[in-house]
């Protein structure tokens, strides 16, 4: 009843995590899937899993901040299918600590990652899309794009970017009669690796890892931490026929974080 089935998709950041949980999900609804990273062995270990269930999916090297790259990724999506009806823009990294610890490095680095990554790919996608006869591109912000963290100011400003930037294309697709539908998805806690370099110093031997059951327990309704399938069902319903009269809008799934 989804409508996915044959539809061709490409995730981002799909190697591990939310992004993994994304392109597997895809492939169960029937979709052909291209999974992309810079985590090669996580990628390829990923497409392998999922032709062992006969879904078809391939895996290329992509730096989300490279305009080159995209270009490369989205060029071969039509080389190899001849059409591209579902961009999942979910690459992100993030950076916690106080904004004086912050150097210009790493605000920019973040937001390279997750706000320029995410225009260029939606620039890159649109016309595949539009020529394949539409479809749907969802972004992935955060529960940190809808609320300020007293740790998170760079995070937080690249997700709040991600969901104006989301609503702005939405109505420019509608305006111009693409029938293309651009929606945000805004995850609470999740338990992803994300969390194991959250912290500058946990890049170097492990260390200050933070534990995302720990977080959920004390900023959670309930207490619990949400999984990669929580919103990879969420990402789907979006691309999905069933959300056909959603465009511009976010979809938060936190277990009443923000609530």
């Known amino acids: 009843m989804t409508g996915l089935k044959d ?7 799909a190697a591990s995590g939310i992004g993994r949980a994304c392109a597997d999900a895809f492939a169960a609804e029937g979709c052909r899937v291209m999974l992309s990273d810079i985590q090669d062995d996580l990628g390829t270990d990923a497409v392998e899993s999922i032709a062992a269930t006969g879904a078809e999916a ?35 990294i993030a950076w916690a600590g106080s904004i004086l610890d912050m150097t210009l490095e790493d605000w920019r680095r973040q ?12 620039r890159a996608a649109i016309p595949l899309i539009n020529a394949s006869g539409g479809g749907s ?48 998805v805004h995850p609470g806690i999740i338990a992803t690796p994300i969390w194991n370099s959250i912290i500058p110093d946990a890049l170097m031997a492990g260390a200050n890892t933070l534990e995302p059951s720990e977080l959920a327990a004390e900023a959670v309704p309930g207490g619990a931490v949400g999984s990669p399938t929580n919103i990879a069902d969420g990402v789907v319903f979006l691309a999905s026929d069933q959300a056909s009269y959603m465009n511009g809008a976010e979809l938060v799934i936190d277990a009443g974080i923000t609530a």
């Open 111 to 122: 937001t390279a990652v997750n706000l320029d990554g995410v225009f260029l790919g939606t």
């Open 137 to 184: 591109i969802v972004n992935l912000s955060s529960v940190a794009g809808l609320q300020g963290s007293a740790t998170l100011s760079g995070y937080c400003a690249t997700k709040g970017g991600v969901r104006l930037f989301t609503k702005a294309v939405a109505l420019e697709c509608a305006a111009n009669g693409w029938p293309i539908r651009v929606n945000s």
């Open 58 to 92: 391939v895996y290329q090297h992509h730096d989300v901040t490279s305009e080159q790259d995209w270009a490369s990724v989205v060029r071969d999506v039509e080389q190899r299918w001849g059409a591209l009806h579902v961009l999942v823009n979910n690459a992100g």
């Open 7 to 13: 539809k061709v998709v490409l995730v981002t950041g």
